[in-house]
């Protein structure tokens, strides 16, 4: 890689299109409309459930907003009241006025709070819904959706499902807070004014729609830089979440600079985007002030030219009150329409995740196999990842008897991962079938299916947790059978090992397993394989990254397993090609057998071998 060339300072302003820094990774992720099935939607009526579901706290927090506008409606006559009393000079009406002004005041300030207090419970339980069911639905996805941006696509799932989702809360928020008690005290304010100077009212009833026009006008610009700033935080942490679990890498390959500039890059681009929008955002209220300025200007006005009747002082304060106030609510929709124009975009990213047919459909007639021998067939089955790919599977046969173990080896990229996928339903062939005893897949329910197959697979996955969490996966909604576990690990050739760790079967592995070797996460995987206690298990190169010992402990677990299994191995070593019956080689999208001794010898001789196949559904 080109070493990059690093400013230390960062600078603003400064166009980044044309630094040198390599770009190996994508540097945003996938704009929204590129992502499959992606719909134009309005974002509020998808929101329109979730909040609706809020209906107890809103209509407190309503409530109690009626409450802070009676009492402010009660408090304006009194401030006019007010300038008469100091100009008469009459203690005594002058403290009791004052007392009740007083209470009035405390009580609004009270109402205010709880107002506030319930809509946030309702924008928070809202957005707590929210992200419960979008994430629900992202785990529903096919795995085609996760494969097709080559993972770049999690980290941005990851941010729409936390960061954006909180900027939702916000958007509900004010929209909560504004609609109905904005409208109250609008109408509340307006009717003082109303009383107090029609004239006036009228003046006012044609300036501020004006007002409210142009705030409107801004909060379109708003929305664009919004998109603009969520894009590149997104990117940045897109980027974040690829290259930190890949510190080794990283650092192996004294990248540590070349990527500290790709950060930077990013980081300079979500900082001109927020601040674009940060100077929007400041910029909207000042604006606001202007026109406030210019209503109270042809308010006097107004009151000068048209002054023949006209009221006295204490009108004239009454009014002005009043008119701040009726300004308020005004000045709070502006905002609100802002704050929703922010969030236009983060609730369509987060909606659109929502929004998929899936590819892997269950029948509605799907049966539950309850128990199966473990026969497998692969009918003819062909098989691409897309339309302008090519064949990965051309016409494959294999006919795997219950309790037989059969290796698959064959170059790279062959297509042995891809039988696996096929096997498991994450993908389903574009012709030819597969069968567990006798059962086409696609009519078995898919739970039932991924119960009988347990899978090591070629990147071992653990998650942070115990030992025993880890290996009784399965059951970790239920209740994980120590015995089970313990039972499991012995096979694996796991026990030993899992004793010798500081608090056994309760110790904590760290993410990924990261406190574990390669053999022992190659074990523990297997014990998990083996809690499962499927019918046919699949070790997808499970051998392949491991030492001499650990893998004499994995063949020997291997071993065990073979005995009360159908086993699918996948491998290129040679070691645990032998421990299969027979041994198949995937080449051009076609199996053909192989005798051991051609292995040995270093080429293949095929035969044929037929076995009836029933597609039916
Ligand atoms: P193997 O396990 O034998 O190494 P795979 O089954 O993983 O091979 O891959 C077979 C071929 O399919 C490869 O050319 C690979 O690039 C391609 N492939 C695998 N997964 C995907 C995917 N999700 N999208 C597109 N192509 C894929
Ligand atoms: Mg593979």
């Keep these: 890689l080109p070493k990059p060339k690093l400013s230390l300072k960062p600078t603003l302003h400064k166009s980044h299109n044309s630094t040198n820094v390599p770009s190996l990774l994508p540097a945003t992720p996938k704009p929204q409309n590129d992502l499959p099935f992606s719909q134009t939607f309005h974002s509020l009526t998808s929101l329109k459930p979730y909040i609706l579901s809020q209906h107890k706290p809103i209509l407190l927090g309503w409530l109690c907003s009626i409450v802070s506008v009676y009492s402010l409606s009660k408090t304006v006559p009194k401030i ?20 009740a002004v007083g209470v009035l005041v405390l009580a609004r300030l009270v109402a205010v709070y709880w107002q506030q207090a319930f809509l946030w419970d309702a924008a928070l339980n809202a957005v707590y819904r929210v992200r419960a069911a979008v994430f629900e639905k992202v785990l529903e996805r096919d795995l085609e959706f996760f494969e097709g941006y080559g993972g770049v696509l999690s980290g941005d799932i990851a941010y729409r499902i936390t960061a954006e989702a909180s900027d939702i809360a916000d958007t509900v928020f004010a929209l909560l807070n504004t609609t109905v008690p904005s409208a109250l005290q609008l109408l509340a304010m307006a009717a003082q004014m109303l009383a107090i100077s029609p004239l006036l009212s009228l003046i006012s009833a044609v300036v501020i729609p004006c007002m409210a026009l142009i705030i409107i006008r801004l909060g379109g610009k708003l929305r664009n830089i919004s ?13 974040l979440n690829e290259v930190l679990p890949a510190i080794l890498f990283v650092k192996a390959n004294n990248a540590e600079l070349c990527e500290y500039a790709r950060f930077r890059k990013l980081a300079h681009d979500d900082l001109s985007a927020h601040l674009e929008k940060k100077k929007m955002k400041a910029l909207i209220p000042q604006i606001v002030q202007i026109m406030y300025f210019g209503v109270l200007f042809m308010l006097c006005a107004g009151s000068l030219v048209f002054s023949s009747s006209s009221f006295d002082s204490g009108g004239m304060a009454s009014f002005l009150t009043a008119l701040i106030f009726l300004i308020e609510p005004i000045q709070g929709v502006g905002k609100a329409y802002n704050e929703l124009k922010q969030g236009e975009p983060a609730i369509e990213r987060l909606f659109e995740l929502t929004r998929f047919k899936p590819m892997i459909k269950e029948k509605l007639d799907a049966v539950d196999l309850d128990q199966v021998t473990g026969e497998v067939k692969f009918c003819d089955v062909s098989f691409k990842y897309g339309d302008n790919m090519a064949y990965v599977l051309n016409g494959l046969n294999l006919h795997i008897k219950a309790g037989e173990t059969v290796a698959v080896v064959g170059p790279s990229g062959g297509g042995k991962t891809t039988l696996v996928k096929l096997l498991l339903r994450l993908y389903d062939p574009l012709s030819g079938c597969i069968l567990i005893d006798n059962h086409n897949i696609q009519s078995v329910k898919i739970t039932s299916l991924r119960r009988h197959v347990g899978l090591v697979s070629q990147d071992i996955t653990l998650f942070s947790g115990t030992v025993a969490e880890n290996i009784g996966y399965r059951d970790l909604s239920a209740k994980i059978n120590m015995e089970m576990v313990e039972d499991a690990a012995r096979t694996a050739n796991a026990d030993e090992f899992i004793r010798n760790l500081p ?74 090609i032998l ?3 027979r041994v198949f080689r995937l080449d051009a999208g076609k199996l053909e057998e192989v005798t051991r001794s051609s292995i040995l010898g270093g080429q293949h001789m095929a035969w044929g071998s037929s076995f009836d196949c029933h597609c039916k559904q």
């Excluded at 994995?554 to 491998?571: C, D, K, P, S, W």
Aim: glycine share 6%.
């Design 227 to 239: 998109n603009k700033a969520h894009l590149s935080i997104a990117a940045l942490s897109a980027y």
């Design 579 to 581: 421990m299969a019956k």
């Design 503 to 576: 608090d056994g079967y309760k110790t904590n592995i760290g993410p990924r397993g990261s406190s574990l070797s390669g053999g022992q996460k190659q074990r523990l995987a297997i014990a998990r394989a083996l809690y499962q206690n499927s019918s046919i298990l699949i070790l997808d190169e499970a051998t392949s990254a491991l030492d001499s010992r650990s893998e004499l402990l994995v063949r020997q677990a291997v071993q065990r397993l073979m005995e009360n299994h159908t086993v699918l191995v996948i491998a290129h070593r040679l070691e645990t």
């Design 80 to 99: 006019g009241k007010f300038s008469t009393f100091i100009e008469n000079l009459d203690p005594i009406t002058l403290k009791n006025e004052g007392l």
